[in-house]
């Protein structure tokens, strides 16, 4: 059994900066995708980044944070399983529920939510104007 725990949300003003880090335990080895979603109130989960670690570190965002937002694996310590997802020049709009996800194998859409095989609980975002 895989968990995946979020952490690092919180409250920002427009402009500023959050990370978020997610973690993986269990009985695993490296998982070969990560990625964040996010969903605001009366919308729809979507992709927000994803990456590859195990394929050279690929990575996928969405339009609307590309440029703001970077996902890095963890390097510190040999540590594996573990991302980051740095987001810059936050706006209102990016206020969310972040969850990440983690597949076993490899999805045909990168920022699609269907087949994640791993959730995290999530967590808040709230980036004030």
């Not at 937002?69 to 969310?96: C, R, W």
């Not at 996800?101 to 995290?120: I, K, N, Q, R, T």
Request: charged letters at 20%.
């Amino acid at each position: 059994q895989v968990q995946l725990e979020e952490s690092g949300g919180g409250s920002a003003q427009a402009g500023g900066s959050l990370r978020l880090s997610c973690s993986a335990s269990g009985d695993i080895d490296t998982l070969p995708f990560m990625a964040w979603f996010r969903q605001a109130p009366g919308k729809k989960r979507e992709g927000v980044a994803s990456i590859y670690p195990t394929l050279g570190g690929g990575t996928y965002y969405a339009e609307s944070v590309e440029g703001r937002f970077t996902i890095h694996p963890e390097y510190a310590n040999g540590a594996k399983n573990t991302v980051h997802l740095q987001m810059n020049n936050l706006k209102s709009e990016d206020s969310a529920m972040y969850y990440c996800a983690a597949m076993d194998g490899y999805p045909s859409d990168p920022l699609d939510d269907h087949g994640m095989d791993y959730w995290g609980k999530g967590t808040l975002v709230i980036i004030s104007s």
